[in-house]
């Protein structure tokens, strides 16, 4: 495999000056093509007289090789062998392996406003299955051109075409790069480098060194930045008995205002984890999140592309305005994001795919900025999608003058002291350091709760539902249970993360404490704001049947095809002291299931079925 020390070109810069040159590019494999055969040496033979051409030598590359049109063999007292008679024998041809893969520019190297250039890339014998889609490479190689496939039969159109050449990049060497984001994170360490892992695992700050070393720009969340290291370092994947699989990845919600650093967070997961995908909700579609059947231009095959979530196994994937994405395309993550799988049953291909990744969000309230009196409407998200969150955190702007003071002064220092080189605060883990770190541990090490933790959760567990069933029996009402089984699961996978970052084979009442303490601070919290009702155990029987009580009274006031003022119904339902945001709560839920519609721009109400 050829290397080179040089300074590689940028893509767009390729001229007809570099053409048969050695070069050197570095980009972004964007897709690569199943691995075929390539003749080197092939033998003809001429369908008349039998006559064979054996051992003659094929052009490298992308050029293939034409065929003599006449018969050279000795044809003496024999008719002559017509026109074209060669064809060519498979059995006594030597082929050697070819892939060809797609590489973009670097997203550092396009200019603003310009479309990302690609060239294609032709690697053969054992640079093949080198590099996958997503990885960062730089090539070595000669850059080549080959005949432009003809589009029409026209003769017109190949006499335009005469003389123009397509460009390719005959690999020689591939190195993929292990540094910045992509699918590029080695799994061999050398003995130093393990050594040193377990000497950092065994500081008795780790915890806290891993959450001050997360995103050090952004002051404060501290708390956040904690669950971002569990979701980081991530539970144990365990494989049942029966065959069956419980997820150790944990899934981590982000909601609140404006301006408070969510997605420099996820940006800087994106950077810091072996493999990040970074997506924006409403550029995201369904088959882009999960996986699309798309025809092949060379063998016009199906094949399967793989979306985000099947890109990032193994990390993390990052979604950024969650709440701007479609319902539907929504609902298309919720097995990836529990059963880690993603099932596909298109065009004639019906298969399954690994998704095994973190989930990491960020939403903005349905308002903008987070409204405390209006409760559980900041949310747009059904309790399906919410319940299958480990961990939700409620980020409020709030008004406090010294806060402000401290967080004005932390960014007008992060400004001035921008172009200044960045020296790793005492304490802080850097960020190559921590990306290795993160991928040995995840390869390493597969903790479980210890017989004392688990005995210590299963009590605090009974305790939880206790104190509830008490409090309901002293005030006469039910309230919500805070937790379930599910946030039972997501409990151990926090304490196993929080194990598996000190490389222990158990977690102890220790990790049991802190991963409650991280569970109360994010979702009961929030579910205690009255944000989260709807979510798997957190609406009370009483609002229930209040809604229930609402929506039969809404169907027996208007029949199948009729309309109505939305405005009059509220109003008409809050005279008969029902509270108005059960109304709308009512309206919203059926006009998401399709049996009203608005109409005269969202005024009037149309009922459907």
């Known amino acids: 495999m050829l290397e080179s020390e040089s300074n590689p070109l940028a893509i767009r810069n ?36 039998r006559s064979t051409v054996p051992h003659i030598q094929v052009k490298p590359g992308l050029e293939g090789y034409s065929m003599p049109r006449k018969c050279n063999a000795d044809s003496s007292g024999q008719m002559k062998c017509p026109i074209d008679p060669y064809f060519i024998v498979p059995d006594k041809c030597e082929c050697v392996d070819f892939q060809l893969l797609k590489l973009q520019e670097s997203p550092e190297d396009i200019i603003q406003g310009e479309l990302p250039r690609h060239v294609q890339l032709y690697s053969d014998r054992y640079l093949t299955d080198i590099a996958v889609p997503g990885n960062r490479v730089t090539i070595v190689g000669i850059y080549s051109i080959r005949k432009q496939m003809k589009f029409s039969k026209a003769s017109s159109k190949e006499k335009v075409n005469i003389g123009i050449r397509q460009p390719y990049i005959r690999v020689l060497g591939v190195k993929v790069d292990t540094e910045g984001v992509g699918r590029s994170f080695t799994d061999r360490f050398t003995l130093a480098e393990e050594e040193e892992f377990r000497k950092l695992s065994r500081t008795p700050d780790i915890y806290e060194r891993l959450a001050r070393s997360i995103a050090p720009s952004i002051y404060g969340s501290l708390d956040i930045k904690k669950a971002i290291a569990c979701l980081l370092f991530s539970g144990a994947r365990k494989r049942l008995p029966d065959g069956l699989t419980r997820r150790g990845d944990i899934n981590l919600l982000l909601l609140g205002d404006p301006g408070t650093a969510k997605s420099q967070l996820l940006k800087f997961v994106e950077r810091v984890s072996p493999i990040g995908v970074y997506t924006s909700g409403k550029g995201s579609s369904a088959s882009g999140l999960t996986a699309a059947v798309i025809r092949d231009p060379h063998t016009r095959n199906f094949v399967i592309e793989g979306g985000a979530m099947v890109l990032a196994d193994g990390g993390v994937v990052c979604i950024d305005e969650f709440d701007k994405m479609r319902e539907d395309d929504r609902v298309a993550i919720h097995e990836a994001m529990e059963q880690q799988t993603i099932s596909i049953a298109k065009a004639g291909i019906t298969t399954t795919l690994n998704s095994r990744c973190s989930v990491l969000a960020a939403a903005n309230s349905v308002f903008g900025r987070w409204d405390d009196t209006k409760g559980d409407e900041n949310i747009d998200f059904m309790p399906t999608i919410l319940s299958r969150f480990d961990m939700i955190f409620v980020i409020k702007d709030e008004h406090d003058e010294r806060r402000d003071m401290t ?58 539902r206790q104190g509830t069933m008490e409090h309901e029996r002293d005030t006469g009402k039910r309230m919500a249970i805070p937790i379930t089984v599910r946030q039972l699961e997501a409990i151990i996978r926090i304490s196993e993360s929080l194990a598996k970052m000190r490389l222990e084979p158990f977690a102890t009442d220790a990790d049991i404490d802190e991963a409650l303490r991280l569970f109360k601070v994010s979702t009961l919290e929030a579910a205690s704001s009255g944000s989260l009702a709807g979510v798997e155990g957190f609406t009370t029987p ?6 229930n009580r609402v929506e039969k009274q809404l169907k027996r006031r208007f029949v199948i095809g009729s309309q109505v003022s939305e405005h009059a119904i509220i109003q008409d339902f809050v005279r008969q002291h029902y509270s108005e945001r059960s109304v709308a709560k009512v309206i919203y839920a059926m006009l998401r299931r399709g049996e009203i519609q608005h109409r005269m721009q969202r005024k009037m109400l149309y009922r459907l079925k």
Do not use: F, W
Request: charged share 25%; with cysteine.
């Open 407 to 464: 967080l004005a002064k932390h960014v007008i220092g992060v400004h001035m002291n921008a172009l200044q080189t960045a020296d790793i605060v005492e304490g802080e883990i850097s960020l190559a350091l921590m990306k290795k770190l993160i991928s040995y541990c995840r390869m390493k090490c597969g903790p479980r709760l210890s017989d004392v933790a688990a005995e210590k959760l299963r009590n605090r567990y009974v305790l939880m």
């Open 542 to 547: 009483e609002d229930q049947e209040e809604l």
């Open 14 to 49: 390729l001229s007809s000056e570099h053409v048969a040159r050695l070069i050197k590019v570095g980009g972004i494999v964007i897709s690569a093509a199943s691995v075929r055969s390539k003749a080197t040496k092939i033998t003809i033979q001429c369908r008349s007289c």
